[in-house]
């Protein structure tokens, strides 16, 4: 609404064309359209649909309870990241279908029907102890409505395994490879594909690996061109970043 | 060519149907068509009007113009990264149409035309001292056929600056964040935009900033989600991802 | 006590105005009245009215209780930091009406009313899980005499959040900002006010955060000039500061 | 301007009490007015008589002769860092009143003449090394419209030195304590005034020192309350800081 | 199989030389057996006769059981390597002749007799603390079918009791030297024997040994050419390298 | 035994003055005596006296008691640093004299009456919480025969606590100081004494201070030149290092 | 000589049998040959063949040719790494025909044929960028009388490169690989040889690579098991210790 | 001047023994008599014969003259460290004696002749590039009135060297251990020597060296109890403290 919208408005009124409310109602509005705010606002309603999301970590389950409690008011589905247990039953009690992934510890609560993608992620891990990352992200892809396929223990060290997978893992939209040690595995897929990749490090390894630390600066200097890199573990950012990107 | 079609033509020239050097020709190829190798070399078939890349750190300029000496004998466009005015001015000789940006440091050879995408990738950054980074991340951008808008000097600092062009960056398909310091610029738009996004930190800094060590952690510490992270003044690398994401 | 002072004295001595221990008492206190440790006393006795501290972390609830009792002999008021649950009920057995903030882990016993102060110090919070340390610098800044504003969760990757806060903010004499992960809170809110900023990093955040060391750099590299940063999770320290600058 | 305003000035124009360019006028700011940016305006009015501040590393001498160039058009004082004398030279061509602090590496232009506070900032420094950092905190403090004292060579390995200028220390509002090496003198400044001391580590010193980062931890980790620190050798940041403060 | 070899192949079965079905069989293994993967399998083959190992730090005691359950339908030795108590409990369960060596935390199954090599490897460590690492590469090495002999406790401290037993560390086809603190070890028996020398720092010690990296960085400037270095505490992989080694 | 030694030897055997196993038996212990080797068994006589040292961190309640066990055989006095108090129970049924300092975690068996020296070693400490370290520092210097002086809570906070003990601190012929946090107390003492200081960094602290690593720092770059450092935590070390010095 | 032999050479002195001054030859190298040094000198010996190598980094053109020059008195073959051109010079006019190695820095000289192994060092490396470290590492193993196989430019972004070399790579006796940034080769051909590999971290890469850091973590916490490494950029080392498993 | 001298001297006055005037000489050197300020005076006469020092890093040769010209109006020796040809030439200009030692790079001055102990400091190092740092060690112990013996070249790598030197060592009253690389030569000379050990690390080395980290972890670490550190490549440090503990 420019300058020259205003005055014709004005003009209405002053014409008895639009009665008092009416122009109110329209220039009510106007800081936050004009702006960015409102901007932010149209933005977050392209999110309806996606999931309310709480980092349990550092919470207490009475927090947890409380979090999940107000936000079953609303008519959205729920994840919940790195929850216990215990923060899992609390929520039972208040939603009787919510689900556990005990290996990637998220809870997950589906109050709405959701379409599901056409093209897939694909989520490829080195080692077995890159399990949990691999679940926190897969529950976070299938719950922001993404089809998911999951290629798990193809580490470098036996590449073979690597190669059989690959159909799969090329024909995915976009890939997310996960791995902790040395981390090479997102450098061989990087070179392989000619698709977007997302690494994350983990913390799996011991001595020099420095809580995932080895990996991460590993992945970041890649020599393949593909790769971007996300914090260490973060399974969920991977998956949210990974899903923006398939919903292109 | 699975064992079905494997016996069909063993039949075949059983009956003399085809004769032998025929079916020699099927069968050379298969250990290539059938494993993963066979799949690179397609897949690096559609990678065929991408520019060929050089890498100039550290090499001298004899080596410099020795490599795009051989490429030019190919048919593709050329791409010299982090290249000096001398390597420039040796490669010119080679070819009088080849471009320098002095601040990016990057050359570029352009034979065959483009195709340039109707989508955009937004390049926005923080401070004047970003750049050089920001340059080099727009010349790799176009010659791999993105369309580039460019958004600089709108750091937090005096954020509104970064308000009234938030237009533009929303309306990409995909962005680079590019920041040094202490890199909340990623963090801030990405959680003002619903798009990818990529965030390059910048050695841009001094003191506690460790050459781009501050950036870096800060950018992969976000508390946006949808940021990914690329390795610290590294343009091409963030330009070549957005370049795939771009064009998916 | 100049030179001409003591001439009086020992002429008042010689004289039999005052007598030889009178004289003493005044004398004994010279060196430490003339120098920099009168000073210290000085400076000391200025801070009357200011509580006692103890560092409760690393010793036993009878270490905590002993130091309280004997605090309790004198007429200060008593904060203590970083108590378990345990300490704060040893300490209750000797004062009553001692108080224990569960989420700050802070002890507060208050013998004396003390005066507050008109202008504010304005704690400004990311997320939900730096409470602990907002809530650490405000029992801190209260004790100290000061009026307090808690301003929470108006992190950055929802700044519209910020900008509905922003005049509570801007009216303070003096801002902290707490903030884990990437920090960036605190940049920005450097870039929005013309008052000093005391910048409080927090070991919130997993990964690359390495126990707060993301947002510390982070913060000694923001690009706003009037931030000045503490040591990570030091909510006392932060709010110490602050107190003396709020009542300049 | 709330609901019921607009609402009345509805009223006025369709009663004809006001004409629409009037209406219009008010209706304009609206937006900016009732919003944070609005205040960002305010905000940065009251910042007029600040002076333009450049950071003149990494920039070209062509470069920073632009902008001053540019700056100069306005009739702002103005004030740049890590300057070399070159760029002094190529600025004192458009301003011939233009001086240098080459020790501190400053390039100053005063077009106005400014208020000069009663109160003042101390900038305190261990040793001759740490001198260009106390040169580019004093100009800058300067320019800003400070008093300032300098205090410098009071090292902790001689501390009979500084006790001997405590008292000028102690007179000042806000502290700025520059050191390098172990930056032991921050700590104990701090634990003898009772004023805000600003920290600013300095990368003097060799071996094990790391470019600051022994003085950066120091000063994080000092065991006085009252100490606050800014990035490795930015003097810049300390004084601006310290200036917020001197004129609360 | 080369292309003269198939083109006969082809031959015979227009020919009836050969049936069909044979001539499929020997297709069907043709883009295995050329290419790098046929090599793959071959070299595994190789190792038919090593034991299957199990990384037991980070699973549960279930599947560690339900793993060895499976590798005992092979005919392999079997190594579990970081194994608790409990693990070698439930393993016993499954095989009653599993032993457990508990201060290297290793499981070992011997289902198969094995050869002993003639030459031995030599196991040095420095102090009583590095026991653990010791353990872990001497089970290694044993069920990897080496002759092993262990020299303990001969730190640079007391170098007198190394020399006494410099003969049998001379006597060793290749030498692995276990330490931790500053690791100087290595060095000192780098200088004195002609063979390779393969260092394991070890996370023993406190202070700024920071989990190992003092003998980590230590031993990688190792001033002794001979000597090469493997993770942190990472006495299997030591052994592995050794028993390649002294197999040659 | 030098050449001229041999010689007569040979010309003793020729001429019968002495038979052929007396020779032999001087002849035998050559290698011995005339090398180092030699010099190591004579120098550990020197050491005659000292007490045996069993460093017990890491180490179970029943190895602990075994080496005492055997170490009471001889005729030594005993310290056993790093001890729980389950050692203590264990070590007190095999010696019931045997004493347990608590916070320093010392076990000392005292069989032998030890001489004093005159001189002392001032063990000199920051805080409260540096304690466990000051009493480490105090058993080991005391059982290795030296007097100490202990003055605890001077840190540079309240700097007039330090002055007033500065005799004492100035009396000691050795001078240990032992401080967490930032260390500043190790270069002000520095600067005040001209005798040997040897500073310990404590893990005490929190936030950036990393372990120690921040106090570490800060001795390592001391600017006072007589200060030498020994690991974090290492009160034993430094207590070892200054009872060499003060028995020179 | 053991106990028997000097008894027996006592007896052929008492019996005249030999004279005097030579039972003293004899008997002055007893100390020497029969302990550690002894074998000191024994093992040297059988080093003869063995070049004598100059470190030249960080020494004057001087120095390396007075080096040089006592060198050429012995009979022994020359290396000298990190040479800059100008010291080559200096040594050429000293022997004629001493070489340089450009790319790898290094003087050799030839004054002995030396035999050549028939198994052979596989130098196999990632980029182009690595090739100095490829060259030192070559030229070292081949001075030290070992036949190489140099494989360059396999990185693994494009690994059909690596699978095309194979052959070669397993037909070695030991293999060195060469690379940086992410330094995934080494896991790679770790997990596809079975023969030892050392590894060698090159300081290629930019941004997070810190040096070498990055690629060094990478090899040390290599899935594969057969990998070991050294130091960053240690060409030579790795070349040591490969000639040393070679002749084995 | 304790409190009774206080009174017998306020009696004197009352008494007219001593007259107002003198009584308030007496009187007004009280505060710094009494008090460490006076002590801080006699310790520094103390040091009367030590020379006057200058550390010349970053100092400009205009800088360094006028501080030397300055200091030749005292009587002290002086001595100038890590200072350039340049300054020894403007040096030499005032004073024609001066001598330089251009590997220690150290300029010397000696106006008075000195005293020289008896017992000696000896000067330990590993390789012939520790050499410049201990130059700077003997410079600084010479001037300070030490005997200095140096033995250089012995490290750990051909510890024999070592062994025949060990004589020289143990005769020392302190020994400077200076290495770089691994730093092991402390730990090794720590065990042999019952003498207080100084170890310098130095920033010698390549790759993870980084910059003399690893030697400095790795001494600090040492297993050897004798052993203390000062900062990397701090020659003079080490001397400056040797030589207190030399003439104890």
């Known amino acids: 609404m420019n300058k020259e919208d205003i005055k014709e408005l004005l003009e209405s009124v002053k014409n008895n064309k639009i009665d008092i409310d009416e122009a109110l109602g329209k220039l009510e509005d106007l800081p936050f359209k004009e702006l960015g705010f409102a901007k932010i606002d149209n933005h977050r309603e392209l999110r309806v649909g996606y999931p309310e999301v709480i980092y349990c970590e550092g919470k207490t389950v009475e927090q947890v309870r409380d979090i ?6 609303k008519d959205n589905n729920i994840l919940g990241t790195r929850a216990s247990y215990e923060m899992y039953l609390a929520v039972k009690e208040l939603y009787n279908d919510a689900e556990y992934n005990s290996l990637g510890r ?3 609560i589906r109050k709405k029907k959701q379409d ?3 093209s897939y992620i694909a989520i490829v891990s080195a080692g077995t102890s890159d399990l949990p990352v691999v679940e926190e992200a897969m ?3 299938k719950i922001l409505g993404n089809r998911v396929e999951k290629i798990t223990d193809v580490g470098v060290a036996g590449i073979h395994r690597l190669f059989s997978r690959l159909d799969i893992i090329r024909g995915a939209k976009v890939v997310i490879v996960i791995a902790g040690m040395e981390g090479a595995l997102a450098s061989v897929i990087g070179g392989l594909v000619n698709k977007p990749v ?3 490090p983990t913390s799996v390894g011991y001595g020099a690996n420095f809580g995932g630390l080895s990996a991460l600066l590993s992945m970041l200097n890649s020599c393949a061109s593909g790769v971007s890199v996300v914090n260490i573990d973060n399974g969920f950012g ?3 970043n990974a899903s ?5």
Request: charged content about 15%.
């Open 106 to 108: 998220t809870i997950t």
């Open 198 to 200: 997302i690494a994350v």
């Open 139 to 141: 529950e976070t892809a």
């Open 116 to 118: 599901v993608t056409d």
């Open 238 to 240: 991977a998956a949210y």
């Open 244 to 248: 923006i990107i398939n919903k292109l």
């Open 68 to 73: 999940v409690k107000f936000m079953l008011t």
